[in-house]
């Protein structure tokens, strides 16, 4: 690690002990685009909230890297885990092999933003000389530790390409994926995303708009110091109700909602439907340097097209007025 040889490595179990400026200050490297799922505020109000914690099988074990002044020089989000859900990284296939080979698949060591599968950092370093030599000594680091749990593995997942590369080189397996994301091609407003279309295209887009507001449906795009506990309420009900249907137990605690909105309610998009009135349909998106984030969706009417115009048309739609590069809906 050249002038930080006489680093040393701890984990610790809660982020509650970790400062959040020095946290942040790796996560989030000032001039590179910002990623709002690895900051200190995300990660932690997973935790307080009862959402990621060893109750619901997601142990903290967070490395951090720290120099001879004992100062953050690099971390880890890492967890260690009894089971795979929340990854949406399907290995039960692997856990089922092992299991019935008389081996133990679980606990495993997951390094990963619980409940999030949105690719960003997990090598957290600032943007200095030692950078790549600093995520070196992480990767090792969280090696030997999977060693000392003795754990079956050591999981690293949805990592940029540089380190995922970074990780390869240590000897980790490698996979890859795909997902389909939105790019802004330097669009100043919707209608110039829709000249780029076909007219058969562009014709479908905006009936399915005019459909999705029908029947006095209003939507409405709310950040910032707009965001009420209201709209929190609201929005829970919805996820609960979605979560109810695809996975029968909803990962997210209320208590969740209510941290975000305290530390990144200027990260925070909720996109939200209202009919007579009434909040009946949301879309949860985070907001980062370059690209928004879409979430979770949730409805406790259905109209026609209204998932496609809160998830995807205004996400679009939001973005352009951001000059952000993308959507990933999520």
């Known amino acids: 690690m050249g002038d930080s040889e006489a680093a040393i490595i701890r984990v610790v179990d809660s982020l509650a002990s970790v400062d959040s400026e020095s946290w942040d200050a790796c996560a989030n490297p000032l001039g590179e685009p910002a990623n709002p799922f690895v900051s200190h505020g995300f990660l932690s109000a997973l935790e307080e909230s009862g959402s990621a914690t060893r109750h619901t099988g997601w142990l903290a074990q967070h490395i951090l890297l720290e120099d001879e002044a004992g100062k953050l020089a690099g971390c880890m989000p890492m967890y260690l885990k009894n089971h795979s859900r929340g990854e949406y990284v399907f290995d039960h296939g692997w856990a089922n092999a092992l299991e019935n080979a008389g081996g ?10 619980p409940f999030t599968p949105a690719t960003g950092p997990r090598l957290l370093v600032p943007n200095t000389p030692i950078r790549e030599a600093v995520e070196d000594t992480l990767l090792e680091g969280a090696i030997e530790i ?38 802004n091609r330097g669009y100043r407003t919707f209608d110039d995303f829709l000249a ?20 006095g449906i209003t939507v409405e795009c709310v950040t910032g110091n707009d965001l009420t506990e209201d709209h929190w309420d609201a929005f829970f009900t919805f996820y609960m109700d979605t979560g109810a249907r695809k996975w029968g137990s909803p990962y997210l605690t209320r208590d969740f ?74």
Request: charged share 25%.
């Open 146 to 183: 999977a060693r000392r749990h003795g754990v079956s593995s050591l999981h690293i997942t949805f990592l940029p390409e540089r380190q995922w590369k970074r990780a390869g080189a240590h000897g980790l397996l490698q996979r890859t994926d795909q997902q389909f994301h939105w790019h």
């Open 257 to 330: 909602f209510s941290l975000i909105n305290e530390r990144m309610a200027d990260e925070t998009l909720l996109v939200m439907a209202r009919r007579d009135g009434k909040l009946i349909a949301g879309a949860l998106n985070f907001i980062g340097g370059d690209a928004l984030y879409g979430r979770n969706w949730g409805a406790i009417e259905h109209h026609p097209f209204l998932h496609f115009e809160c998830c995807y048309y205004q996400a679009i739609e939001f973005a352009i007025s951001r000059g952000l590069e993308r959507v990933e809906a999520g």
């Open 196 to 215: 780029d279309l076909s007219s058969r295209k562009r014709k479908m887009i905006r009936k399915e708009r005019e459909r999705a507001t029908e029947n």
């Open 104 to 113: 133990n698949y679980y606990p495993k060591l997951q390094c990963s933003v």
